[in-house]
């Protein structure tokens, strides 16, 4: 039987060893050949990242895809960007990425692109109720020529073109730019040296030996302990900037010359700032969870700013839809379409980022320090099961209008406030609840904080759950 709650709205993941068997592999497999073959696609480009169980995962995928007429051009063991970069600069009808992204180590992952568009909801919906019906009653052997398997190395092709569209930064006076960068024992390890070597700065690296096992923390930036190291190593040494990258390398995480950490909308300002000033007017995409100070900012500048869903494939059908050339989550998702592909690398972003505050010759902190002060949560998730967080999410929203209270729900619930605002939204990842709460003073943060997690502590109820579990961050487990 698979577990059906490994379908996500916009991936696969579950726990390798219980939820992704070869033989639930091999079905999610022949589901994707068969939706592959209808669509007219004939060759893929196959990735993996370094969790110990993805060679196991590609490998099946692959003899899978062969096996039903699907050529696979393998890529090795590369960030999820590569991947993304395969669907514009190879001869391939779509890709696959065995990835499980920010997920604890022993799970895994499958993301996946029809074309150049990877796929979301309904699409993987369709590869869900596919692959439960292969698993249950295997479809007869594909009858025409097996696919052919080719090794399609990409690493060199994109470091020279990612690199060279920023050549040797400007020195900060008479020295380069110093830069931290914590690879987290993930894929970032792989490319970080030689994609910003050829930029000039003056470069430390953390953990740049990949290890599936993520032994020195756990790559995923946006939770503050995972940066302790890396706030240290740029407080210590006197540079400039501090990156770190998630573990397929599509979320950056940013901490300034103090040690300081960024929040994705606080880098989507500095980004909006840039690209406005060569492009007026244009349409700038962030997510529910983005403070009310970018959508501000980004009006201010003259742009159009846009609240949309969460979730990069959701960013990326939506910078389609309207043409917009930048777009960023809170999870340090960002997708330029201004002089690059639209899609969510945070390698590439890491360069923009050191030829940005290069070219200002300000200190990171100096260019943030206009933005209005407010006090902000990070991101909290709420322990809630895949199978009951929607429902939770439902019964809250008609809680709220019970008591008379007006919010966005585009994603979610966002309450807005003349001096604050919060969020409840079910993750598409992971089986929780994520909170995030912001206002003009610390106090008036915490009693929005306290007011609507009272609410959702009575809508977890309603649906037999611990009320509890609305108020304890699954990040102190």
């Not at 940005?356 to 998730?381: D, I, K, V």
Request: proline share 6%.
């Amino acid at each position: 039987m698979i577990n059906g709650g490994i379908f996500r709205e916009y991936d696969i993941r579950g726990n390798a060893e219980r939820d992704l068997s070869d033989e639930t592999v091999r079905a999610i497999g022949l589901a994707l050949a068969s939706v592959l073959r209808e669509r007219g696609a004939r060759t893929i480009a196959l990735g993996q990242d370094v969790r110990l169980t993805s060679p196991r995962i590609a490998r099946t995928l692959s003899e899978t895809l062969l096996a039903s007429g699907i050529s696979v051009s393998g890529i090795g063991t590369v960030p999820t960007p590569l991947l993304y970069w395969s669907l514009f600069n190879l001869p391939v009808d779509g890709g696959v990425m065995v990835t499980a992204s920010h997920n604890p180590a022993p799970d895994n992952g499958i993301k996946l692109a029809i074309g150049r568009e990877t796929i979301y909801g309904e699409a993987i919906a369709e590869i869900r109720r596919r692959a439960e019906l292969f698993a249950e009653e295997p479809p007869s052997p594909f009858a025409g020529p097996p696919g052919t398997r080719t090794d399609r190395p990409v690493l060199a092709d994109y470091v020279k073109e990612v690199s060279g569209q920023f050549g040797r930064l400007p020195l900060l006076g008479e020295r380069p730019l110093r830069v931290v960068v914590d690879c987290g024992n993930a894929t970032a390890g792989l490319v970080a040296r030689q994609l910003y070597t050829p930029l000039g700065v003056e470069m430390a690296i953390l953990f740049e030996e990949p290890d599936g096992r993520f032994p020195n923390h756990h790559p995923d930036p946006t939770v503050p302990e995972n940066l302790a190291a890396l706030r240290t190593a740029v407080r210590e040494s006197g540079a400039d900037l501090g990156i770190a990258f998630d573990g397929d390398s599509d979320r950056i995480g940013v901490v300034d010359e103090r040690g300081e950490l960024l929040f994705g909308d606080q880098l989507m300002v500095l980004f909006a700032e840039e690209v406005l000033s060569r492009r007026p007017g244009s349409r700038i995409i962030s997510e529910v969870k983005a403070s009310k100070f970018l959508y501000d900012k980004i009006a201010a500048l003259g742009g159009i700013p846009d609240m949309w869903k969460a979730g990069h494939s959701l960013i990326k059908a939506r910078m389609r839809e309207t043409g917009a050339p930048l777009a960023g989550e809170m999870s340090g998702h960002i997708f330029f379409a201004d002089g690059y592909y639209g899609y969510d690398d945070a390698l590439y972003a890491g360069a923009r980022l050191m030829a940005l505050l290069a070219r200002s010759g300000r200190p990171l902190s100096a260019m943030l320090s206009s933005l209005p002060r407010t006090f902000a949560t990070p991101e909290l998730r709420r322990e809630c099961p895949d199978d009951r967080k929607f429902a939770v999410v439902n019964r809250l929203k008609e809680l709220l209008r019970g008591e008379g209270v007006s919010f966005n729900d585009i994603d979610g619930v966002r309450v807005s406030y003349p001096d604050g605002w919060g969020l409840v939204r079910a993750s598409n990842t992971q089986p929780a609840l994520v909170l995030r709460f912001e206002a003009k003073t610390p106090e008036r943060r915490r009693e929005i904080e306290e007011g609507l997690t009272r609410t959702l502590a009575r809508a977890m109820k309603g649906e037999g759950l611990d009320p509890a579990l609305a108020g304890q961050d699954l990040s102190c487990h």
